[in-house]
């Protein structure tokens, strides 16, 4: 989660929402790393999680990640949960709930959905308020 924390400092050094997500392998190899970068080059879907699974993807040389842990600094939305559900990531792990647009919990529980093919286990909570400051002090600086 440190490592995911770094990336959301850059996040926020960039102007984009302080959001920084890595992916593992089941070894504990960093295949990749993301932050969110919708400002930055104008993408709506550079969400961390994405830029992150995208670039895991690219490395193991296929879109399927199973093994993989993806560890994300807030709960994901809808986009990102469906991503490493389709992504057949096995494990999520995440620091600050998000209780405006959470896909895993708060809102909606995407990931947990029985009808899906795919269910990750759900870590949550890791490092909650580090990755819940980084926010809000990006905000309150707004």
């Given amino acids: 989660m440190r490592r995911a924390l770094a990336e ?20 504990g190899e960093l295949l990749a790393t993301g932050h969110n970068e919708r400002e930055a080059i104008g993408d709506p ?3 961390a999680e994405v830029l992150a699974l995208r670039r895991a993807a ?5 879109w399927r990640l199973p ?13 990102c949960a469906g991503a490493l559900v389709q992504a057949r990531v096995d494990r999520l ?18 990931v947990r959905d029985r009808r ?10 890791v490092l909650a308020e580090d990755c819940a400051e980084l926010l809000t002090r990006f905000f309150r600086d707004r």
């Avoid at 093994?67 to 939305?77: D, R």
């Avoid at 899906?116 to 909570?125: A, D, K, S, T, Y």
């Fill in 93 to 110: 792990v995440f620091g600050a709930l998000d209780e405006k647009a959470g896909a895993v919990g708060s809102l909606w529980d995407l």
């Fill in 58 to 62: 690219r490395r193991v040389g296929e």
């Fill in 116 to 125: 899906l093919n795919h269910r990750p286990e759900v870590i949550q909570g």
């Fill in 8 to 27: 959301a400092e850059r996040a926020a050094r960039g102007g984009d929402v302080p959001v920084g997500a890595v992916v593992l392998a089941s070894d």
């Fill in 45 to 47: 879907t550079a969400h």
């Fill in 67 to 79: 093994g993989c842990t993806l560890v994300v600094t807030l709960e994901p939305c809808v986009m």
